[in-house]
């Protein structure tokens, strides 16, 4: 019992780490964070910060498995219905909950900027991005064999579309007003039927 | 005569300055770009640089000026053709050209974080997007008017998606590979007929 108890505050407090530097990350950018700041941000000791992160890379990283991790659940939703293109845009106001969330989106801007002149951060993110895309086209294309998806549609072309649709509406939600998470589920699920048609 | 030439020497030097500018604001972005960095870059005198932009803020308003006069370029082809959904299809791989050079495409990355934290450059390139929208709003409802687009097609919803997506393929063609031009200029096109079908 005591063990669980510590693995939770073990959590606990990773958690509050991760969310002092993302808030630092997007108040003045990833590389202009410092390691005191984070500390600073979230009320946290130096002794306590290194014993969970002991860089900024670290904390990167943390973030990257998060995003992984989000990406899984959506992949293992996808892998247990019957028509994933369906699934996909059953699936549209739950990812839009998570893009159109200001934060998520200004540290999605901050991530891409940094990754533009880091290569840590680049690779890091760079590598769940790459797996999320390998699953999505694995799983399109077991549905195109099924005879979900027409024969002559190019999965790959049509992943990489509606990824970068939804990086846009990340990027627009970040900066603007974006239509509601009403019109945007209908609009995604056109281009998806589209893209897949 | 003379003038001519001078006025011709005069772009020329802004043209310079910019492209200084752009160089340095890729590779340590705006924020952390000096106007002695810009100068040292483009190997411009400091009484040069600043006798034609006397702040970052002018060389950022002149950037966003070069987007402007982008957009009025296609605005004038989409208002000249009879179907402006099929004229936007045309002009696709014109549009691509631009959006997946890389240093644009890493330019338009420094600018959404520079003005998601900087209110003078977020208005400046707000503004420009505005005028790009809302003329390409008007124009696809004349078109939708004259019976080329649904009668039920939200017009604004439409341009916001395809503004969007061609937003998240410029972020992907500054990180990463992405499809070859002739590719998205096909996908793109199934995407423009879906949301003005």
Known sequence: ??????????KTRKKQIVAAATKCFIAKG???SS????CKTGNISPGALYRYYPSKQAIIEAIA???HAQNLELIDYLRGVKNPVRGLQ??????LDTLLDKDFA???IEISTEASRNQNVHEVFQKVEDQFKSNLIE???TSQIAGHIGKNTDIEGAVFMILALLDGI?????ASAVPSKTELTKSTGSVISALFG
């Open 1 to 10: 019992m005591a063990r669980t108890k510590n693995e939770e505050l073990h």
């Open 30 to 32: 990833i590389h202009s």
């Open 35 to 38: 390691m005191q700041e984070i």
């Open 65 to 67: 498995a998060q995003e």
């Open 90 to 95: 059953d699936a549209m106001p739950d990812i």
């Open 106 to 108: 200004r540290l999605m």
């Open 139 to 141: 799983i399109f294309r």
């Open 170 to 174: 990340t990027a627009r939600a970040a």
